[in-house]
C-alpha cells in the first residue's frame, strides 16, 4: 500500500497530536529514547562514566560510549505486519521521553551463548525500573498500533530483562548475547 506524501503528513499530525494528549510525557524532561532500527534508551553520562569504573576480565572489550544503552523493543518487533508500517513515522517523530526509575543491581552477570560463541558482561535494571520500563513500551507501542501492544511484545519481545551491555568478547554491539 502507498502512502502520499499529503496521508504521512496527516498521520505524522495525527501521532504528534496522540503524543501531546497521551499520558507520556514529550521528549523534554526525563531520559532520550532513540528508535534506530531498535527502540533504545540513551543512558545519561554520569550512567556511562561510572561503568567504566567495573572491573571486568582479561578477555572482555568495553563497548564504546556512544554504544551503551537499554534496548527497550527489540527490532524483530518493528517487523510485525502491524508495527512496520509505522516505522518511518516512528523515525520522524518526537518519541516520549522516559521518566520513570533508572536503577540497577550491583552485581555484573556475565551471560554466555555457547552455540554462537557470545560471552556478555551487564548490568541488569532493578526490578522497578523493569516494570516502569515494561509499561513505558506498552505505552509506546500502544501509541502508534493501538490494541497491539501487548500481543507485539508477547510475539517478538518476551521476557526480557532490560539491562546494559558493558562488554563482550568484540566491543561490537552486536555480538553481545541476547
Not at 21 to 36: A, D, F, R
Not at 132 to 154: C, H, K, N, W
Request: glycine share 4%; charged share 20%.
Amino acid at each position: 500500500m502507498k502512502i502520499t506524501k499529503k496521508q504521512l503528513t496527516e498521520i505524522i499530525s495525527k501521532v504528534i497530536l496522540k503524543e501531546s494528549s497521551s499520558n507520556m510525557p514529550i521528549n523534554t524532561n526525563g531520559h532520550l529514547v532513540k528508535y534506530s532500527g531498535i527502540l533504545k534508551l540513551v543512558l545519561p553520562q554520569n550512567i556511562v562514566n561510572n561503568l567504566k569504573s567495573i572491573q571486568l576480565p582479561m578477555n572482555a572489550i568495553r563497548l564504546s560510549d556512544n554504544a551503551i544503552h537499554i534496548t527497550l523493543l527489540h527490532q524483530s518487533a518493528f517487523k510485525d505486519p502491524t508495527l512496520k508500517p509505522q516505522r518511518k513515522i516512528i523515525k520522524k517523530s518526537l518519541i516520549p521521553a522516559y521518566d520513570g526509575p533508572l536503577q540497577f543491581n550491583n552485581n555484573i552477570i556475565h551471560r554466555v551463548d555457547e552455540e554462537l560463541g557470545r560471552e556478555t558482561w551487564a548490568l541488569f535494571v532493578d526490578e522497578q525500573t523493569q516494570e516502569a520500563l515494561e509499561d513505558y513500551v506498552l505505552q509506546f507501542i500502544e501509541m502508534y498500533t493501538p490494541g497491539e501492544s501487548q500481543r507485539i511484545v508477547d510475539t517478538y519481545d518476551a521476557g526480557r530483562r532490560f539491562h546494559i551491555s558493558v562488554a563482550n568478547l568484540t566491543g561490537n554491539p552486536g555480538d553481545s548475547v541476547r
